[in-house]
């Protein structure tokens, strides 16, 4: 038998003023280098020309960001929500207001669009559109435009920020229902 026993000492680490001040300015630099590399990726992103590409570099973009979020936290950050944050941001990081996600347009992509959003898409494409010389009724009216402000928040969902979503959401469905009670 070993007369082995573990040891607990602990060992203080001072740190000068003067290390404290370059710690902090090394962090200050190497944010703004991060910052600087993100906006270049988002850039890269933005110019793809098609989905797969996009895909692609999206999916480096967010293990890249979840390998950040790693490092700072101590801790495993979850890749689905590296991606939304990449979803949310690149439009941003890209410098590019007219950014947009580019979508497949094989017939398989938009059956699988159509079940997710659960046959609303269909519904908000096949609503009818009012002829602008030709209006005969404000119910045509009105429902040409309650299913362009509802393909609208379907189009726009993933751009807002994901604590606003909830909150934007309800307030579109409070405009869109304000628009069905004054055109009736």
Do not use: C, H
């Not at 060992?11 to 270049?40: P, R, Y």
């Not at 094989?106 to 046959?119: E, F, H, V």
Request: no cysteine; aromatic share 8%; proline share 2%.
């Amino acid at each position: 038998m070993s007369n082995k026993t573990k040891s607990s000492a602990v060992v203080v680490i001072t740190v000068s003023q003067e290390q404290f001040d370059q710690a902090l300015a090394g962090i200050a630099t190497n944010g703004a280098a991060i910052k600087e590399q993100f906006v270049v990726a988002g850039k890269f992103i933005a110019q793809a020309t098609n989905k797969a590409e996009q895909d692609k570099s999206k999916k480096a973009l967010a293990k890249a960001y979840q390998a950040l979020q790693s490092t700072l936290n101590g801790k495993d950050f979850a890749f689905d929500s590296a991606t939304k944050w990449v979803q949310r941001n690149v439009k941003s990081l890209s410098g590019n207001p007219k950014f947009k996600w580019l979508v497949s347009k094989t017939a398989a992509a938009a059956k699988k669009r159509a079940a997710r959003a659960g046959g609303k898409v269909a519904e908000a494409e096949a609503a009818p559109v009012a002829p602008k010389a030709t209006v005969t009724s404000i119910e045509k009216v009105r429902d040409a435009l309650i299913a362009k402000e509802k393909k609208n928040l379907d189009d726009f969902i993933n751009i807002i920020p994901s604590g606003k979503i909830k909150e934007f959401e309800q307030a579109y469905a409070a405009f869109i229902q304000t628009l069905e009670i004054i055109l009736k």
